[in-house]
């Protein structure tokens, strides 16, 4: 399986981003699509996945802000970012979880700043 993540860049605080995450290869129908973040100096977390069953789980921190959806023909994974505050500025990454494995795509940067 290979994820391919877009969608990060520069935005001021208060704007909004949205990333994109394709997967391709062997796909299961049942898995879980998800962003995680690893800011400077800090732990990696997750920020948000969603079941292809539609079932969603956020972190607090960004509950009310992010919305994570997906569209199961297509494999992918979104993440729309509103009111980005500069805590939000990290590295994203795109993650898949079937049949007990977790995979990754390569990061995309997120920074907030004025």
């Known amino acids: 399986v290979q994820l391919q993540a877009s969608g990060g860049g520069l935005v001021q605080p208060g704007g909004s981003l949205r990333l994109s995450c394709a997967a391709s290869?062997?796909?299961?129908?049942?898995?879980?699509m998800g962003w995680y973040r690893q800011a400077p100096g800090k732990q990696c977390e997750l920020v948000a996945s969603?079941?292809?069953?539609?079932?969603?789980n956020y972190a607090d921190s960004v509950k009310g802000r992010f919305t994570i959806s997906r569209e199961n023909a297509k494999n992918t994974v979104f993440l729309q970012m509103n009111s980005l505050q500069p805590e939000d500025t990290a590295v994203y990454y795109c993650n898949l979880i079937q049949a007990l494995r977790a995979y990754w795509g390569q990061g995309t940067p997120v920074t907030v700043s004025s």
């Open positions: 290869g062997s796909m299961r129908s049942i898995n879980t």
């Open positions: 969603v079941t292809t069953g539609g079932n969603t």
